[in-house]
T-cell receptor, first 113, second 113 residues
């Protein structure tokens, strides 16, 4: 009965490869997000979607492409991976856009070699 | 846009002592201020939040105070316990066309038994 689940939990890959992270929420929330947490623990918003519509694109390189097939899913595809992409990527959802509690997934640790 | 500064970056206290973490924000229109706790290797989770129409909110051993004039808010943890050890993040909503939650840089709290 996990509220926000993301897969895979760990990703180790070579520079230049393409990878995807999937996220699903069963809370019935309208808004979903991707956050990046770097090695210094800074949490930075990357994207938010409200009912499948892109709301926030926080000047993320276009190598990152989110896709929301329905409001319960928000996937993240990353092309041409770079060393600096190594981080923990958290998916989250909220009932209310912005001012509601964020429910985070467990995180996906991406390591680019 | 909103900018959130958080201090201190690390805090070590003895079990039973109080801990205070402070944040300042830049956008005077911000109206929602949550605090998240992230245990090692886990996801961030909301522990308390405050909206701009109140100055203080308390939940058992944790409390948050808000000074809208000075644009700062603080987290107070009393009678700290080892399980309070974690990274704590403050956040503020960025007003404008999109409601965007901006996180502070985090405080690593270590409670020494």
């Amino acid at each position: 009965d996990t509220a926000v689940s993301q897969t895979p939990k760990y990703l180790v890959t070579q520079m230049g490869n393409d990878k995807s992270i999937k996220c699903e929420q069963n809370l019935g929330h309208d808004t979903m997000y991707w956050y990046k947490q770097d090695s210094k623990k800074f949490l930075k918003i990357m994207f938010s979607y409200n009912n499948k519509e892109l709301i926030i694109n926080e000047t993320v390189p276009n190598r990152f492409s989110p896709k929301s097939p329905d409001k319960a899913h928000l996937n993240l595809h990353i092309n041409s991976l770079e060393l600096g992409d190594s981080a923990v990527y958290f998916c989250a959802s909220s009932q209310v856009e912005g001012t509601g509690e964020l429910f985070f997934g467990e995180g996906s640790r991406l390591t680019v070699l | 846009g909103e900018n959130v500064e958080q201090h201190p970056s690390t805090l070590s206290v003895q079990e039973g002592d109080s801990a205070v973490i402070k944040c300042t924000y830049s956008d005077s229109a911000s109206n929602y201020f949550p605090w998240y706790k992230q245990e090692l290797g886990k996801r961030p989770q909301l522990i308390i939040d405050i909206r701009s129409n109140v100055g203080e909110k308390k939940d058992q051993r944790i409390a948050v105070t808000l000074n809208k004039t000075a644009k700062h808010f603080s987290l107070h943890i009393t009678e700290t316990q080892p399980e309070d050890s974690a990274v704590y993040f403050c956040a503020a909503i960025s007003s404008g066309a999109t409601n965007k939650l901006i996180f502070g840089t985090g405080t690593l709290l270590a409670v020494q038994p």
